[in-house]
């Protein structure tokens, strides 16, 4: 560091005779205005040229003190006149107070901006915002003050040797006392540092502890200040520049200097004197460095040094105490010269930045440089070179004063290559002690660099001039103009950097260099960074090696290039040398590069090719086959030209599209088909089915054209060619309608499949339109379709929630698993919710579909089948009629008669057979019956169903009821009942059957006939015709109506005779007297018998496979029927109301007008779901899901 006076003013008084000191001067913030206070005058200069710029006069005692507040906007001058003035930065005075004594220091408060002020013996705070200044008394003389950087603390300086540390209230705090008189004090940061007339400097924290030990700064300081970490003081015997811990830097004799102040804004301070003397001085920082590679040492604050790493950007900071002349850096090792001793240190580790102190050597030298080998100190000095720290300390003396050093190896042998003022370039060898002049260069050297293999020496003169020399033979290479500095790229031989006139070059061997703007100076050239230096610190340029690849590219020297590359370069730059290696078919080089770029087609390729190169294929194959992936196709088809493959050519052109190329590769027939083909896809590609399509017809190939026609929508192209094509070409025709199906045009594709007589097909194109009407009806013409129609109805009505009519198209499309799979979720369902009319009517159709199955299938399938149509037939009746039963007890209120019920109830216990089914209830049986057999005052009925009811477990919630009804069926026990009144009739014998004997007589054994609506006993005798007459002969004989009978009658007169002579076959079989040996039930009737029944009172049930029922209507004034679709028999007064009513019959739910096929299954059913999803009994909504 030094001081360069930049101008100084003599400062008068108004006489021009005497001088007037100069007591205090302040810069302004952004450093523009320096504001000082001489005599009794406050004067303002510029401080760029020591011009002044206002005066001001308004005090009338000498201005003691003057100080600038931090916002810029005013400034403060204290006077013996007991006065402060406010002015602004404009120089205008806005404000005035006073003390009780002179003014002697003055301090504006860093964070509030308000002023401390001090006389005498007291001292005041001043703000704009507080009209009041409160003032505070001292015992003692202020000599100075000071704000703390965070504006929570005041420190006072007394003339008693004292320093008084106040708050922002004005309370002290603390006191530290000194032996002398306190003059001057200012805060660096959180310490506090004070000066006394006993020529020291002390440190102290602001709880008045004393922090570093004192120095003794050979002045009595009347001004303290900081300059960055640098701390000024003047006083008596001049000024003086102090590191941070007080160690002296600078020294300036003067006679008396009141003030020493830096500029905040620029290196400048100005320095005020007691003979009217105004310095200004210009501060001058030199740069003191060392650089290895990528760890750059450098001095910061005077006394420390600072290493950093110039990649990672890792910084150490070493404390050395005193000041840092000298900077040396090698290796591992780093040497610091100071003003009385020599500091070695070594890193700790190879990669850290931890340095240790090695030796010291305790000598105070001169030198011009310094230089740290592996294991030594050398100093230059002129024309010597003196190695110390040895034992034998070793010299060498050169012929000029040395201008350069750089360290290095050659040969294995770490040597000194020296650049001499004269030119000359000499090697010395501090091991051995050998020196020698390696060769003579037209110019003083400015500086010096070896390339990474110590093959090259670059030198700079002091005329701008860059040469290169070959090292070993002293053979002059190259000349660059223009250069200031130059460093070869220690990672890469040929790359070397040079600056000057502005300018980053880079050079890339011979090759002409690339330029870039620069300013400084460059020292350090590693892989892709540049290490410059700018001023006073150190900068990493990145910088771009694509010249220099592209250069070496242009040579085709590959491995050249790759080397750059690796310093790093732009993935464009690693695919455009690996473009170039590959052409010239430098497999290795080529994928090492596009391993950088990561292109992964490209490296599939290279082991490719390589693979069939390294087999014996021809180099011309392989250079094609290269520029065909880059692009040059023109050139690819002559090199397979020249290599006898023509049809890769062909192939190469055909990929393109270049089909007027590739005809000059083709040859005849079938090449020429095949290419009017691959024309044709091409065609299609480009958007132009139609021409595509003609000329596929024209090549023959049917299916593609058809193909091409439906894709771009040719209807009319696709109907023609349908017409045109006959029967025998059935795969052509096939494709065709495939083709019409794509296009939207279903109803010309079924004509073309039934031309084929492929039903089938037929069939899906009428499900895929949603024609079922139409796909039913192929499905009853032709079995083969059977599954391609009820099989996607089963998923669609499966997908609308309808499994009814699912579970029957299952059924149809000959899925049994699936189909009872269904079944048995929704009656499982429909049992588990008590949907129990629902279960019996899934029953019935189970029951249907079994019967169906036992139609199509023989022998033991078909008697498997109809057991489970009996079986399944039984649980639906059951299901039916327990529904109203299981109401009846679990409802509060039943609409049904008591008589209905009681028959409903005896009917299910008339079918059960052992366990009964899932969901039906004994109990639940048993007390309906006792319930209705009460309200029929049916009382031994009633006990005796209270008494089955007693052997079985009674839900907690019936208990009350059945208790209930017991009391109540006991009291009347002795009353006359009524048990005859609901007792069966058998209309056979004509007798009252058992209560609870719903199914047979046990009189005639004739099996009673129940209504399914209300489960009463139908007044119906079943009848069979006698043997020898068939089923047609006797339906012949039931419908024919019988002659009168005319043979045995004669005139009597009028008179009534008896003959006993006379047998009348024409007797009535179902009034004769029941043979108790029969038991069979049932009524034979011959044929004279049949002929003389009326048909309509005769009730036929006739179900597939089942044989026939014949019923004789005892009352036929109540007509009986039998249901259409299940065959089963009811009063057709409750079949037609329930038809009204609910619109179906009131077992199998079929509407009226729904009718049966001939194969006995309702395909119309299936078209219409509104009638086969069932609904509660309980709720009436619909219940499946």
């Known amino acids: 560091m030094r001081t360069v006076p930049k101008w100084v003013n003599k400062i008068h008084e108004a006489d021009k005779v005497e001088f007037s000191s100069v007591h205090a001067i302040c810069f302004s913030p ?15 200069y510029d401080p760029r040229d020591g011009a002044l710029v206002q005066l001001l006069q308004a005090h009338k005692g000498a201005v003691h003190a003057v100080a600038y507040c931090g916002d810029g906007k005013k400034f403060a001058s204290g006077s013996a006149d007991k006065n402060v003035i406010i002015w602004t930065s404009k120089m205008e005075g806005v404000l005035k107070y006073s003390h009780s004594e002179a003014i ?293 003396v050169v012929p000029a004063p040395i201008r350069y050093v750089k360290v290095t190896t050659l040969y294995f042998e770490e040597v000194l290559l020296l650049g001499l003022l004269n030119g000359q370039i000499w090697q010395v060898e501090p091991t051995d002690g050998n020196s020698k002049m390696v060769l003579q260069t037209a110019g003083s050297v400015r500086c010096l660099d070896v390339s990474a293999s110590r093959s090259r020496l670059a030198v700079v003169d002091d005329s701008s001039v860059c040469r290169v020399y070959s090292l070993p033979t002293g053979e002059l290479l190259y000349t660059e103009d223009n250069v200031s500095s130059v460093s070869w790229n220690s990672w890469c031989d040929d790359l070397l950097s040079l600056s000057g006139g502005g300018l980053l070059s880079i050079k890339a061997g011979h090759f002409p260099p690339a330029t870039q703007p620069l300013i400084g100076s460059v020292v350090g050239f590693q892989g892709g960074r540049v290490f410059c230096l700018q ?165 023959g190939d049917v299916p593609r054209a058809a193909q091409l026609m439906a894709e771009g929508g040719r209807k009319d192209m696709l109907i023609e060619l349908a017409r045109k094509l006959d029967k025998g070409s059935s795969e052509s025709l096939r494709c065709v309608a495939e083709a019409l199906v794509t296009a939207g045009e279903p109803a010309t594709a079924a004509d073309v499949y039934q031309r084929l007589g492929d039903y089938r ?128 007890i679990h409802e509060p209120f039943s609409l049904i008669q008591p008589d209905s019920l009681l028959n409903a109830a005896r009917y299910v216990l008339a079918l059960l057979d052992g366990e009964p089914p899932p969901g039906i209830s004994k109990f639940c049986l048993y007390l309906c019956l006792a319930r209705q057999a009460k309200a029929l005052n049916a009382n031994a009925l009633a006990r005796q169903m209270l008494d089955k009811i007693l052997g079985l477990l009674v839900p907690q919630k019936f208990q009350e009821s059945v208790e209930l009804l017991m009391v109540k069926t006991r009291a009347a026990g002795g009353s006359e009942g009524r048990d005859e009144e609901v007792s069966p009739l058998c209309w056979r014998c004509r007798r009252h059957v058992p209560p609870l004997s719903a199914a047979r007589c046990p009189h005639c054994a004739h099996a009673l006939a129940h209504s399914l609506a209300t489960h009463e006993v139908l007044p119906l005798v079943q009848f069979m015709p006698s043997e020898g007459i068939s089923e047609a002969e006797a339906l012949e004989l039931i419908e024919r109506t019988p002659l009168p009978d005319t043979n045995g009658k004669e005139d009597t007169g009028g008179a009534e005779v008896l003959r006993i002579d006379h047998v009348d076959d024409s007797s009535d079989p179902f009034l004769d007297k029941v043979d108790e040996d029969d038991e069979s039930g049932v009524v034979w009737c011959s044929r004279q018998a049949l002929l003389q029944l009326s048909p309509a009172s005769v009730v036929i049930v006739k179900r597939p496979l089942m044989p026939t029922l014949y019923y004789r209507n005892m009352l036929p004034e109540l007509l009986a029927i039998a249901c259409p679709h299940c065959q089963h028999l009811f009063y057709a007064e409750d079949y037609e109301i329930h038809l009204v009513t609910k619109g179906h019959c009131p077992f199998c739910r079929h509407p009226p007008d729904e009718s049966r096929t001939e194969d006995g299954t309702g395909d119309e059913s299936l078209l219409n779901g509104s009638t086969s999803t069932p609904t509660s009994p309980s709720n009436g909504h619909a219940s499946w899901r």
């Open 30 to 44: 952004d450093g523009t205005q320096l504001v000082v206070g001489a005599g009794e005058k406050v004067m303002v």
């Open 761 to 888: 097909k037929v069939a899906q194109l009428a499900v895929s339109a949603g024609e079922w009407s139409r796909a039913f009806t192929l499905a009853r013409e032709h079995a083969e379709c059977k599954r391609e129609v009820y099989l996607p109805y089963a998923h669609r009505m499966a997908q609308e929630n309808k499994f009814v009519d699912a579970q029957k198209a299952y059924h149809m499309a000959g899925e049994t698993s699936t189909a009872m799979r269904v079944f048995t979720i929704l009656v499982g369902n429909a049992v588990a919710e008590e949907r129990f009319s629902d279960a019996g009517y899934l029953h019935h159709l189970l029951a249907m579909q079994c019967l169906d199955t036992a139609t199509n299938s023989i022998n033991k399938e078909r008697e498997n089948s109809l057991r489970q149509y009996s079986y399944n037939e039984r649980l639906a009746r059951i299901y039916n009629a327990y529904d109203s039963v299981h109401r009846c």
């Open 104 to 396: 002697q220091c003055l301090a504006y408060n860093p964070v509030t901006m308000h002023l401390a002020s001090c006389a005498l013996t007291d001292f005041a705070f001043w703000s704009a915002d507080v009209k009041a200044v409160q003032k505070f008394r001292l015992a003692g003389r202020i000599t100075s003050c000071a704000w703390s950087s965070n504006g929570q603390h005041l420190a006072i300086g007394l003339a008693s040797g004292a320093v008084s540390i106040r708050d922002r209230q004005g309370d002290e705090t603390q006191r530290i006392i000194r032996d002398a008189a306190v003059w001057a004090v200012v805060f660096s940061k959180s310490t506090l540092l004070v000066t006394d007339w006993n020529d020291t400097l002390s440190f102290y924290s602001v709880q008045g502890q004393q922090l570093h030990k004192e120095r003794n700064i050979g002045l009595a300081a009347l001004s303290i200040s900081l300059l960055g970490a640098l701390v000024l003081v003047g006083g008596v015997g001049g000024w003086a520049v102090l590191t941070s811990e007080g160690v002296p830097i600078l020294n300036t004799p003067q006679e008396w200097v009141w003030a020493i102040i830096p500029s905040p804004a620029f290196n400048t301070m100005a320095v005020a004197c007691q003979d009217g003397t105004l310095w200004c001085y210009q501060v001058v920082f030199s740069t003191v460095h060392g650089l290895y590679r990528e760890r750059y040492a450098y001095r910061e604050n005077m006394t420390d040094v600072i290493v950093q790493h110039l990649t990672s950007g890792n910084k150490v900071r070493i404390k050395c105490h005193d000041r840092v002349q000298k900077i040396a850096i090698y290796k591992h090792r780093l040497a610091v010269q100071l003003p009385e001793r020599v500091v070695v240190y070594e890193q700790g580790d190879v990669e850290g930045m931890l340095y240790r102190v090695k030796e010291k050597l305790s000598q105070k030298i001169e030198c011009s440089l310094l230089v740290a080998t592996s294991d030594a100190l050398l100093l230059c000095q002129d024309t010597k070179l003196v190695m110390i720290g040895r034992r034998m300390p070793k010299s060498w």
């Open 535 to 699: 001023a006073n610190s150190m900068q990493t340029i990145n910088v771009p090696l694509s010249h220099a690849v592209h250069q070496n590219i242009q040579q085709k020297l590959f491995n050249e290039a790759y080397a750059v590359a690796c310093l790093g370069v732009t993935a464009l730059d690693w695919e455009r040398l690996g473009m170039a290696a590959l052409e010239e078919l430098s497999f290795e080089v080529a994928r090492k590069a596009f391993q950088r770029s990561e292109n992964i087609i490209f490296l599939s390729l290279i082991d490719h090719l390589q693979e069939r190169f390294e087999a014996g294929e021809k180099r011309g194959i392989i250079t094609g086959e290269v520029l065909a992936y880059r692009g040059r196709y023109n050139d690819a088809a002559r090199a397979f030209h020249t290599a006898g493959r023509d049809d890769r050519a062909l192939n190469l052109y055909v990929d393109l599209r270049m089909f007027n190329k590739a005809q000059e590769y083709v040859g005849e027939g079938e090449g020429i088909a095949a290419l009017a083909r691959q024309r044709a896809e091409w065609a299609r590609h480009v958007n132009e089915p139609r021409a595509a399509a003609e000329m596929y017809l024209a090549a």
